[in-house]
């Protein structure tokens, strides 16, 4: 079975410009969250979102948006890019959304951008 | 706002010893607790889940404990290998957020 998928894998943009990263979450899995995870540093959580809703949001400036499909694929917008968002960004999945049914989550090998 | 602390950046243990990674966390009451596993260059891979009335959760070489009233988590690697060397993050679990540690480099010395 395919796992979490993102692309693409690596990425180069230069500072004010906008980025879209993408996911598709394992089979059968109806949530899919967002982190960003700078070299040295655990995932911080951007986002989550469960049947196409915005269920949980992190720490994060307006510029970072996302949406859930139909499909229940995921993208992950940041506009106005600065050089400090150059960092893993890692997509997971999961059967349901929220995380009080002790859910497991399963990373994408993420999506590496430099911000230049 | 919650904070979360791994023991140690890095850990160095001779193969076959007992690796042992603390997590504690403060200003946060989590329902749950998971431990990752992550190699360089790749997403974590999740390895235990601990429910906060559960003191204690075992998978294979793999212990886990959680102390709500110390707010602290223990990680236990039993039989340690070289193939255990990785990055390892714990991750305390809400309703509606999970936050990670900055994790515990470990390297099992043969």
């Known amino acids: 079975d395919a796992g979490v998928t993102q692309s693409p894998t690596h990425l180069i943009k230069t500072r004010g410009q906008q980025v879209t990263l993408r996911c598709s979450p394992i089979?059968?899995?109806?949530?899919v969250s967002w982190y960003q995870q700078v070299l040295g540093q655990g995932p911080q959580f951007i986002f989550q979102y469960y049947e196409k809703e915005e269920r949980g949001r992190g720490n994060f400036p307006d510029r970072f948006s996302a949406r859930q499909f139909p499909n229940y694929s995921s993208e992950l917008n940041v506009n106005a890019l600065l050089l400090g968002d150059s960092a893993l960004y890692l997509c997971a999945s999961s059967l349901t959304g929220g995380w009080s049914s002790g859910n497991t989550i399963y990373f994408g090998e993420g999506s590496w951008l430099t911000v230049v | 706002s919650q904070k979360i602390e791994q023991n140690s950046e890095a850990l160095n243990i001779q193969e076959g010893k007992t690796a042992t990674l603390t997590c504690n966390y403060t200003?946060?009451?989590?329902?749950?607790l998971q431990w990752y596993r992550q190699d360089p260059g790749r997403g974590p891979v999740f390895l235990l889940l601990i429910r906060e009335n559960e003191k204690e959760k075992r998978k294979e070489r793999l212990k886990v404990t959680f102390d709500t009233t110390l707010k602290q988590s223990l990680f236990h690697i039993t039989a340690s290998q070289p193939a255990d060397s990785a990055t390892y993050l714990c991750a305390p679990t809400g309703a509606n957020n999970l936050f990670f540690g900055t994790g515990t480099r470990l390297t099992v010395i043969p």
């Open positions: 089979s059968g899995h109806k949530s």
């Open positions: 200003n946060y009451s989590p329902a749950y």
